[in-house]
C-alpha cells in the first residue's frame, strides 16, 4: 500500500512510463499539506497517455507517502486527463526495483510485491 493523507488509493505500477503521474482533480482530492513536499513548475514537455493523447502537465509536485512501512519521496507530474496515479520507470529506477516478471513479484531491497492485478494497493496517511 502506498500513502497519501489518511486515505487508501490504488496506483498502477507501469514500467512504460517514464515519469510519475496522477490527475490534477486526483492530487487536489488526496493529499494533504503535509504530503506536499514543495510544488515546482509545469514541465517543459507534454505527456503521452496510453490511449495515444497528448496531455499537456499542470505541474510537477514532491509527494511523500507510503508503501507498507516504507516512506517515499517522490516527484509527480499532474495533469487535467490522467486517471490515477501512476508509479513509472523512475519510481522503479530510484528505489532500484527488481521485475520478476515470472513470478510475478517485484522487488525492492526491503519490500517484496506481489503482483495478482495490474494495481498496488496505495494506503494514505
Known sequence: PMGLSPKTMY????????VNCMS???Y??????????KEMP??????????????Q???????R???GDWNINEPFV???????PVL????????SAILDVSQGLLHFTHLTMAMTTDEVLITTR
Open 24 to 26: 490534477e482533480d486526483e
Open 65 to 67: 507517502f507510503e508503501i
Open 78 to 84: 499532474t495533469a487535467k486527463r490522467i486517471g490515477g
Open 42 to 55: 509545469q514541465p517543459p514537455y507534454r505527456l503521452k497517455v496510453a490511449s495515444g493523447d497528448v496531455e
Open 28 to 37: 487536489m482530492k488526496t493529499s494533504s499539506p503535509d504530503d506536499s513536499i
Open 57 to 63: 502537465p499542470t505541474n510537477t509536485v514532491q509527494l
Open 88 to 95: 513509472g520507470l523512475k519510481f522503479l529506477k530510484n528505489n
Open 11 to 18: 496506483a498502477l505500477v507501469d514500467s512504460g512510463a517514464v
